[in-house]
């Protein structure tokens, strides 16, 4: 007599278990007895909800990413793209050869010239449509030609009317634009600022008005004035010439040397002049209109619709060109919009190879779902699994535009953890479908045999994907509430995409399997179904051992045989030991490190060019902006000015292009006046400064300024919005701590200016005085993805656990099935040390995902080591390797044949998906097959006694229960059953319950 006794979690388990079942009972042979209906409900229902995938918008602006909305970049970057558009976008362009100091280099050069020329986009729209224009600046300050100009003024009334409109799109570029730049700082003389002030400033303004326009475009083929008959004729001494020295462009009217332009090995003669060099760079500057509707691109960029369609026809441009360059010559080139041209072609290139593995993957769950003949083979059953993981993909991401949910980059992922979850379900319920079919008693009866093998199929098999999905859900769920974006918006995803999917295995799957069970009994051909064979014809692959399959019979008369005997048992500790003790060794190395251009091909345009860029050009680093806004600039002049200063003295920047110092000249030698020790009155300040700006030797930082009105030549300069300075960081070469110690050290500069200044006073909360630069979003996320990471498993797997001890109600089968989930991912990203890998978002997001995957595999072998009816704890763990096993092992396989192809993947991202999503299922699958039963055959809880009291009410209640199953039948049948001896049947079935069906 079973003792009536039990805690509070044993009354919970039993309970909990015993519902689960009776639901799963008669939802399974409600859906088996009307299966075309229930598919055509979830046809529907995908049509009806998934329609909203038309609405999915992607993001992919990187700050909308991977940094929380309150993040310091983050909120610059908004204000930045909302507040002050850049006015134009930079095409660049570089030459490589042995000597790019040759005639041969300078025909290519003309020949550039003449293509960019020559591109046009649909509408008609070229190179000089889009072009950002500046004034030629072509003046003579000689005092032979300022007499000429004083004499020439006194007959007439020159006038300035030329002004700069202070809208954001007078700026010039906040990179490496060095327009207007008459000489370097060195050449400025003193007495240089005294011939400016000595000429009138009406002259002065009338030689200003008369400046022509010149497309923007940084090609030194401009100092032999774009002729390609001169050009064709040069000599390599004429060419080593001119680049040597500073000359005056024919084309824009300034002093203007190449040097800077040249890079790689660099090789001078005796007099100190450049006569080789590797590498030359080319920019074309395209214009940002902004009267015209603005577009933002993949990047977070803004640029108007004639703009961005003719950086694209410049690529296709490139591209061509490229490939007729001569020997010994090559051409890289890169834009704004390289980057969404490259990752499209890349997402269609790697789509087409994810194609080719769900192909394999197909082909071997068709394999092991059914057996080789052609009426026992499933291929319609496995479309159908396969279908419903689709569906739930579908309705999960429209659902979710519908309630306008965001889809970041990274959703792209969730087909992998929908499938490796979805097949799993699949497999689990095939397998208790075929460990119900291996006993004849239910065979027996001839009316309703499908849907109540089915019932009885699901009822054990949907307390098992119950538990995962849960899990799942629960380990998914706590992502929603994490600070990065993309992170959060895959948990959101993934959370409405597993209830879907479990809903729709339980339902479209079970249906299509009484389908094609009736299809199969029936003796039709597996792929035609109007051919029916003979009773006699029915193809006997094998009625024994073999109608198994390879993998349930490894499972039974191999792993669960010596897998647990004493000498394995002690192997297996011990490998789990060492890899642990690896795997943490491996975390505690483990770096963070991210890189756009993981996500770009190798051999891609854009990677050869970045490439060749940091090998020749090895000082220059990424660029970034100081930005002042509604500063009070009577006050805050010299705090500002101190801080260009010390910006320009940093360790961690190679160039500064600040105004500062300039000024400080300016004003001291015309005016007399130190601003060093004496600060200016407002009146003082918009006087010097706009006669600065409009100089010869301030004029190239006008374009740096936001004005609240506009200004011409000779008139004070207007209340200064926002200003403007760039610079470039100096190249880092020790990882990621060399580069945050930089950016938290101008940040900290920054910072203690911004306290120090004063804004104005009707600028509210608007004034601000901040640094930026788009790469300093990798170096943030830098900053904070190991915490972030660690956090999110660690709230994911508390959350896992919490669900597993409520739906098993077991203590000790919680802790056993949560250690096995712990370790797993301890392993995974202990070993991506091992692997080259590093912490960024993408390894964030798959590391949550191995929390899910994870989970599964254990999940199972646990709840069927507590339904074991066996005796000993090794005995109750064989069983549940035999019964539920290859489910486990079939279901994480076929996952991983989904994603092996992209073991020759081009991008880095790609790659590294591939080796951190094969550490999931190779350790996943070794904890949860291997480790855990082990683990439960040594330290496994016993059956309750409720669940012991439990089994034995289900066996000796079986006969007296048996008028409800036979009612069932009847309502199934409209109310008609077959002639059939009732007792016979009832005896079926208590015997079913006494062989533990549907175990083994």
Not at 722 to 739: L, Y
Not at 788 to 800: D, H, Q, R, T
Request: charged fraction near 20%; aromatic fraction near 10%; proline fraction near 3%.
């Amino acid at each position: 007599m079973v003792e009536n006794s039990g805690n509070i979690l044993e009354k919970l388990s039993v309970r909990s278990k015993t519902s689960l079942e009776n639901f799963f009972y008669r939802w399974g042979f409600t859906v088996a007895t009307h299966p075309g209906k229930f598919v055509s409900i979830c046809v529907l229902a995908t049509v009806l909800f998934g329609s909203g995938i038309i609405l999915i918008k992607e993001e992919s602006r990187p700050d909308k990413l991977i940094l929380p909305a309150t993040a310091e970049y983050a909120v610059n970057t908004e204000w930045i793209r909302s507040k002050v558009a850049i006015p134009l976008r930079e095409n660049y362009a570089g030459i490589v050869a042995d000597n790019v100091l040759t005639p041969e280099v300078m025909k290519v050069l003309i020949d550039l010239h003449e293509k960019v020329k020559a591109v046009s986009t649909r509408d008609g729209k070229t190179w000089s449509d889009v072009c950002f224009r500046v004034p030629v600046t072509k003046i003579d300050l000689g005092e032979e030609s300022l007499r000429r100009k004083r004499r020439e003024a006194n007959n007439s009334d020159a006038s300035a009317t030329i002004s700069s409109s202070g809208s954001h799109n007078d700026w010039d570029s906040a990179f490496d634009d060095d327009f207007f730049k008459e000489s370097t700082e060195e050449d400025v003389k003193p007495k240089q600022w005294t011939v400016y002030h000595s000429i009138p400033e009406s002259l002065y303004c009338s030689i200003i008005d008369t400046l022509e326009e010149a497309c923007l475009e940084s090609n030194p083929v401009e100092l032999w004035s774009y002729d390609k008959d001169v050009i064709y004729n040069l000599t390599q001494e004429e060419i080593i010439r001119v680049f040597n020295h500073e000359i005056i462009s024919p084309v824009f009217g300034r002093k203007t040397k190449y040097k800077m332009e040249l890079g790689g090995k660099i090789e001078k003669n005796e007099k100190g002049e450049i006569i080789k060099a590797e590498s030359l760079l080319m920019t074309w500057d395209v214009k940002v209109d902004i009267t015209q509707e603005m577009i933002t691109d993949t990047q977070g960029l803004v640029g108007d619709a004639a703009g961005l369609e003719w950086e694209k026809e410049w690529i296709k441009s490139m591209k061509k060109f490229a490939k007729e360059m001569p020997s010994g010559i090559k051409l890289h080139f890169l834009n704004a919009a390289c980057w969404g041209d490259i990752l499209d072609e890349t997402l269609i290139q790697e789509g087409i190879v994810l194609v080719c593995g769900f192909g394999i993957m197909f082909l071997y769950v068709a394999m092991m779902l059914g057996k080789p003949n052609m009426i026992e083979q499933r291929p319609f059953l496995t479309l159908a699994g396969l279908g419903s993981i689709a569906f739930s993909l579908i309705i999960g991401c429209g659902f979710c535009a519908f309630l306008s949910f965001p889809f970041m980059t990274l959703n792209r992922v969730m087909p992998f953890l929908i499938l490796g979850i979805g097949i799993d379900d699949m497999f689990v319920i095939m397998q208790c479908f075929n460990n119900l079919d291996q006993h004849d008693s239910l065979k027996k009866t001839k009316m309703g045999t499908i849907p109540e093998r089915i019932a009885l199929t699901l009822k054990n098999a949907g307390v098992s994907i119950t538990l995962t999905s849960l899990t799942d859900i629960a380990a998914f769920g706590v992502g929603c509430l994490s600070t990065i974006p993309s992170l959060r918006s895959f948990c959101l995803y993934a959370v409405v995409g597993i209830s879907v999917l479990f809903i729709f295995q339980c339902t479209l799957f079970v249906a299509c399997l009484a389908i094609d069970q009736k299809r199969l009994e029936e003796r039709r051909n597996a792929f035609l179904f109007c051919i029916q064979y003979e009773e006699d014809k029915i193809p006997r692959s094998s009625t024994k051992n073999y109608d198994k399959g390879l993998i349930q019979m490894f499972f039974d008369k191999i792993l669960s045989k010596y897998l647990l005997t004493k000498t394995s048992k002690v192997i297996v500790i011990i490998s789990t030991v060492f890899l642990l003790a690896s795997g943490i060794y491996g975390n505690v190395h483990l770096r963070q490190h991210s890189d756009a251009l993981w996500f770009i091909p190798e051999d891609s345009y854009m990677v050869q060019f970045i490439r060749m860029f940091n090998t020749n050009y090895p000082k220059i680093g990424y660029p970034g902006l100081l930005v002042a806004h509604e500063m009070n600039w009577t006050e805050s002049l010299p705090i500002f000015g101190e801080l260009l200063e010390d910006l320009q003295e940093s360790p961690h920047l190679h160039e500064i292009m600040q105004f500062y110092t300039s000024l400080k000249d300016f004003v001291m030698d015309v005016y007399e006046i130190d601003l060093s020790e004496q600060q200016l009155n407002e009146q003082q300040f918009s006087t010097y400064m706009g006669k600065f700006l409009w100089s010869p030797y301030g004029a190239r930082y006008k374009y740096f300024f936001k004005l609240n009105d506009t200004f011409s030549c000779g008139e004070s300069l207007p209340d200064i919005k926002t200003a403007i300075v760039p610079f470039h960081f100096k190249r880092f070469i020790d990882g990621s701590q060399e580069h945050l110690t930089a950016m938290n050290a101008i940040k900290s500069l920054v910072r203690n200016t911004s306290r120090d200044v004063t804004f104005n006073k009707n600028s509210g909360d608007e004034g601000r005085v901040f640094f930026w630069a788009q790469i300093s979003i990798a170096w943030e996320v830098d900053e904070i993805i190991k915490a972030e990471m660690y956090k999110n498993l660690a709230l994911s797997m508390g959350c896992v656990m919490l669900a597993i001890l409520i739906l098993l109600a077991n203590l000790k089968m919680c802790l056993q099935c949560g250690i096995c989930v712990i370790i797993t991912v301890i392993d995974v990203s202990g070993f991506m040390h091992f692997w080259g890998l590093s912490i960024d978002s993408v390894a964030c997001t798959i590391l949550v995902l191995s929390v899910g995957l994870s989970v599964d595999y254990a999940a199972h072998i646990c709840l069927a080591f507590m339904e074991s009816r066996k005796g000993s704890k090794t005995e109750r763990a064989q069983d549940a390797l035999r019964t539920i096993g290859p489910a486990v092992f079939n279901g994480g396989f076929s996952t991983f044949l989904g994603v092996i192809l992209l073991i020759n993947a081009q991008t880095v991202a790609a790659f590294s998906f591939f080796k951190i999503f094969s550490l999931v299922v190779v350790f996943g699958l070794f904890h949860g097959l291997i480790f855990l039963p082990v683990l439960l055959s040594l330290f496994g809880s016993e059956p309750s006694l409720l669940e012991k009291k439990a089994r034995h009410e289900r066996i000796s209640g079986g006969e007296s229960n048996c008028s409800k199953l036979l009612e069932m039948h009847s309502l199934a049948e409209g109310g008609h059953l077959e002639e059939m001896a009732s007792d016979q049947y009832c005896t079926d079935v208590k015997s079913g319950l006494k062989n533990g069906y549907p175990r083994s």
